[in-house]
Structure formats: C-alpha cells, structure tokens
C-alpha cells in the first residue's frame, strides 16, 4: 500500500507561482511514474505531468513551457512548479502514483487562481 499526502494549493493570482508537493508513504525509488492530475468543476480529471523511474517527463500542452515537475528520491516526493498561472489551471489537482502494477492517488490539493 501506498499513501500520498498532497500540499502546497492555495489562492493565487494570475501570472503568480505555487508549488505543489507530494509525500509519499514508502520509498519512491522503484515507483515506475509519478504525476499530477487534475479536476476542474464539471469536468473531467486529466493528466498535467508524469516523470518516470528515469527522469523522463511529459507535459499537458496547456501547461507546457509554465509547468515543471520534479521527483526527491530522497524525501519520497513529487513536486510541481507552477509558473504564469492562468484562471484556468484552477482544479482540485491530485498526485499519482505507479508502483507493483496499481494506481495510488492522494486526496487532492485545491489551487484557485483569481485576482
């Protein structure tokens, strides 16, 4: 089993910054992927960013060039930068987790951009 913990959301105004973290119960370091998702109000969940066990990261065109995701083998957490955010990146956004052929998601962290 695997518990992931989000945190970082908040108020933000647009072309402001957050940083997202996500702590993860046991060690990361075998974990095939980790990522961010996230839900807005009356849509779907959808992927954000995803690094793998190698590093190698994939990006949501609407967050490329603004978004960066990180992974601390040491600390057992996933990070997201945000930068330049818009009113539309506001969502509920959730960390993912692959490891032993499951899915683990964390309860969900609430980021609102508005001025």
């Known amino acids: 089993q695997v518990q992931l913990v989000e945190s970082g959301g908040g108020l933000v105004q647009p072309g402001g910054a957050l940083r997202l973290s996500c702590s993860a119960s046991?060690?990361?370091?075998?974990?095939?992927?980790m990522g961010w998702h996230r839900q807005a109000p009356g849509k779907e969940r959808e992927l954000v960013a995803t690094?793998?066990?190698?590093?190698?990261?994939n990006y949501a065109d609407s967050v490329k060039g603004r978004f960066a995701i990180s992974r601390d083998n040491a600390q057992n957490s996933v990070y997201l930068q945000m930068n330049n955010v818009k009113p539309e990146d506001s969502a509920v956004y959730y960390c993912?987790?692959?490891?032993?052929?499951?899915?683990?998601w964390g309860q969900g962290t609430q980021v609102t951009v508005s001025s």
């Open positions: 046991r060690s990361i370091g075998s974990f095939r992927m």
């Open positions: 690094i793998g066990i190698t590093g190698t990261t």
């Open positions: 993912r987790a692959d490891y032993d052929f499951r899915q683990y």
